[in-house]
């Protein structure tokens, strides 16, 4: 257990739902981060939340948005998705956003669009 | 040309065996180096950092080339549970909050 919690572990969904991925972490961080996992690529960075602020953006497309209620809690609200965002996203978190590589990863969501 | 370039091997290893692999990195001004496991269907895990001077944790050791801009990742007495994806990030740091760089990974497969 890394203290780093994401539900749903699978998500199946149509290209004209709306879904949200939720993350949550125990280990009092200040930074989370929601990365997007495509098969044999490597790790895209998607978002950065530091104390409750989003400090990057990383060009997603606007389907994908983004919540921080606070520096516990992460979302990642999806809408009219492509298949081509099938992919498996991670959430991780760190100290701070200074300390991004020391990152504590959630088991992650493994998302499939039809 | 990718900022981190990996092998995907697979890398095939006899149970304690030896088996070590290389990343590349295309930015010279990359600062902070590490390795993360990453099991099948699980998620990454840090590894080991990368010191400048080289660093070992148990049967794991790694290395830094600044010169040729790689870093190297070698395990000794290969067990069947160091079965995993091998991640190099890097950590360019061109700015105050540093850019995180992943490579895709390189597999390792060890064998009974």
């Known amino acids: 257990e890394t203290g780093v919690t994401q539900t749903p572990r699978h998500l199946v969904m149509g290209m004209t739902n709306k879904k949200s991925l939720k993350c949550e972490q125990h280990?009092?961080?200040?930074?989370m981060y929601w990365y997007k996992q495509s098969a044999k690529k490597p790790l895209e960075l998607m978002f950065v939340?530091?104390?409750?602020?989003?400090?990057e953006n990383n060009s997603v497309p606007s389907r994908f948005s983004p919540e921080c209620p606070n520096s516990s809690h992460l979302f990642l609200h999806l809408h009219t998705l492509q298949p081509e965002d099938s992919a498996l996203y991670l959430c991780?978190?760190?100290?701070?956003?200074?300390?991004?590589?020391?990152?504590?990863f959630g088991s992650g969501t493994q998302l499939s669009v039809l | 040309r990718k900022e981190v370039e990996q092998d995907p091997g697979p890398f095939n290893v006899p149970e304690g065996a030896t088996v070590a692999f290389n990343c590349t990195y295309s930015?010279?001004?990359?600062?902070?180096f590490f390795w993360y496991r990453q099991d099948c269907r699980k998620e990454p895990k840090l590894l080991m950092s990368?010191?400048?001077s080289g660093n070992e944790d148990g049967r794991f050791t790694a290395q830094l080339n600044r010169a040729s801009q790689y870093i190297s990742l070698l395990i000794r007495d290969s067990k069947l549970s160091d079965s995993a994806t091998y991640l190099c990030?890097?950590?360019?740091?061109?700015?105050?909050?540093?850019?995180?760089?992943f490579g895709a990974g390189t597999q390792v497969v060890v064998t009974p």
């Open positions: 990030v890097v950590n360019d740091k061109s700015d105050s909050w540093g850019k995180l760089q």
């Open positions: 990368v010191y400048s």
């Open positions: 280990l009092g961080h200040n930074a």
């Open positions: 991780a978190s760190s100290q701070n956003s200074h300390e991004k590589e020391k990152l504590f």
């Open positions: 930015n010279s001004a990359s600062q902070s």
């Open positions: 939340y530091n104390f409750k602020e989003q400090t």
